[in-house]
Structure formats: structure tokens, C-alpha cells
């Protein structure tokens, strides 16, 4: 298995507050991205990271920014929390863009009330 | 844009085969994937199509077809533990992985 964490796994928050997802991981991928997965909609993609402090916009990056300062940690901020960001986050990493495939971290369970 | 489509559920005998569909529309084609999810659990890569033609896998196959835009991921032999989410995804011209909802296969005996 490739060596993705993300922390925390679960969260509660109250809207309109700040959260902090952070995605670790140990593979030296130059690749990682964030996506949100919701019934109905599938994985959809919200930033990813082609670099250190190379990052660009996904499908549905409104509300969110991200960070990466090192190669083996990518940080997904949601800035004012909303109940519409409820949802499971997950990491991925690849080591190229193409073709090669994507491995996914474990998930984030956010619940935002 | 892209589009991707695949039935949002299906049902198969444990031990028959089930093919699973996916249909895309794409500006420029970079190869198509297929990942396994089990409820609760991250994806897991099962495949990756880039050329037309049959790529198999032990019991696992799929097929793409460029010039119609289709895929389909054969399962044989089924076992209980093939109950899962299959989602197809496909990468465009230059853009990142672009997933389909998912195929949500129930395996009964």
C-alpha cells in the first residue's frame, strides 16, 4: 500500500469556522489532490498539487484553499465552514500525471452543523 | 468539458459474470481507469485502458473502445467480496482524472 495518511479521520465543527485537513505522505510523489465525495455525486476534485507550492483549481475548489510547502504534505483549508462542505475528503497522490494511477488516502469524515 | 456515464446500480449471482458499462465525452483522451471501492473504504486502482482492446486481470477485464467513447469492466467468478462501488474515471486531454458516480454491484447467492 502506498504510504498516504490524513488526520484528522473525523471531525465535527460549527459552520463558519476554519478547518484544517492535512494529507502525509511518504512515497516522494510529486502529485497530490483533494476530492470531496458525496451520494449522488461521486469523487469530484477540488485542488491539486503538481509541485511544491504549485497548486491549481479543481471542479469544486469554491470555499476551499490549499497549501503545500513540502513535498510530502498537502494541507486543505476550508476557510468559513458551511453545512454544504459536509462530505468525505480524500487524499490522493501519483507519481506522474499521466498515466499513472492514482492512490488514495484513507478519508476525512467531515460534519459540519 | 467531460461527461461519464454508468448504471448507479447493479445486481449479480455469486459466480456468474457481470459487465459493467462506462460511457465518456471527452476533449482529447489520456486513458481510462476503472477503482474498486468498498463502502466505507478509499478507492483502490483495478485498471487502466489507454489503447483500444481487452486488458485482463486474473478475473477482472476491461475494454475500451475510443472512437464510441465506452469502456466496460468484466467481472468473473464472482465472489461475495466483489460487492463494492466501481468507479470509471478518464483523464482528457490535459486535465486531471475526472471520475464517473459509480457502480454500486451487490453480489447474492
Known amino acids: 500500500d502506498a504510504g498516504i495518511t490524513q488526520s484528522p479521520r473525523h471531525k465535527v465543527t460549527e459552520t463558519g469556522t476554519p478547518v484544517t485537513l492535512r494529507c502525509h505522505q511518504t512515497e516522494n510523489h510529486r502529485y497530490m489532490y483533494w476530492y470531496r465525495q458525496d451520494p449522488g455525486h461521486g469523487l469530484r476534485l477540488i485542488h491539486y498539487s503538481y509541485g511544491v507550492k504549485d497548486t491549481d483549481k479543481g471542479e469544486v475548489s469554491d470555499g476551499y484553499s490549499v497549501s503545500r510547502s513540502k513535498t510530502e504534505d498537502f494541507l486543505l483549508t476550508l476557510e468559513s465552514a458551511t453545512s454544504s462542505q459536509t462530505s468525505v475528503y480524500f487524499c490522493a497522490i501519483s507519481e506522474l500525471a499521466n498515466p499513472h494511477e492514482q492512490y488514495f488516502g484513507p478519508g476525512t469524515r467531515l460534519t459540519v452543523t | 468539458g467531460q461527461n461519464i456515464d454508468q448504471p448507479t446500480e447493479m445486481t449479480a449471482t455469486e459466480g456468474a459474470i457481470v459487465q459493467i458499462n462506462c460511457t465518456y465525452q471527452?476533449?482529447?483522451?489520456?486513458?481510462l481507469f476503472w477503482y474498486q471501492q468498498h463502502a466505507g473504504e478509499a478507492p483502490t486502482f483495478l485498471s487502466y485502458?489507454?489503447?483500444?482492446g481487452l486488458e485482463e486481470k486474473g478475473r477482472f477485464s476491461s475494454f475500451l473502445s475510443r472512437s464510441k467513447g465506452y469502456s466496460y469492466l468484466l467481472l468473473k467468478e464472482l465472489q461475495m467480496k466483489d460487492s463494492a462501488s466501481y468507479l470509471c474515471?478518464?483523464?482528457?486531454?490535459?486535465?486531471?482524472?475526472?471520475f464517473g458516480k459509480g457502480t454500486r454491484l451487490s453480489v447474492i447467492a
Open positions: 485502458n489507454v489503447l483500444d
Open positions: 471527452t476533449s482529447g483522451f489520456n486513458g
Open positions: 474515471a478518464v483523464r482528457g486531454g490535459n486535465t486531471p482524472l475526472v
